[in-house]
């Protein structure tokens, strides 16, 4: 079992910045791929970002392109999304994802485990 943990979410205005952490648990968080997904009221949640197992594939929605980045530290078994810019139509619940399978994808039935989801909030 991988548990996964978000953190970071909040209150935010229009332009400025948050730091979304994800803890996992487990010895092989080094071997997953992991994702951050979203979802926004009324909507299906939607592809964010994601990273290979070893931090050297990364994807990103168009959407987010150029003003999120995703990282992860795999001695602390961590995985981050910093976003930048963060505009109204950002405001979604932003759940982690893991693919155990090291597959990096932007599909969500690849990803094995989830997270509760943490909120995030961006005034206009």
């Known amino acids: 079992q991988v548990q996964l943990v978000e953190s970071g979410g909040g209150l935010v205005q229009a332009g400025g910045s948050l730091r979304l952490s994800c803890a996992a648990s487990g010895r092989t968080f080094s071997s997953y791929a992991m994702g951050w997904f979203r979802q926004a009221p009324g909507k299906e949640r939607e592809f964010v970002a994601a990273i290979s197992w070893s931090g050297t594939r990364i994807y990103y929605a168009d959407s987010v392109k150029g003003r999120f980045t995703i990282s992860r530290e795999n001695a602390k078994n961590t995985v981050y999304l910093q976003m930048n810019s963060l505009k109204p139509e950002d405001t979604a619940v932003y759940y982690c994802?893991?693919?155990?399978?090291?597959?990096?994808?932007?599909?969500?039935?690849?990803?094995?485990?989830w997270g509760q989801g943490t909120q995030v909030t961006v005034s206009s």
């Open positions: 994802a893991a693919d155990t399978g090291g597959y990096v994808s932007n599909q969500q039935y690849e990803y094995d485990y």
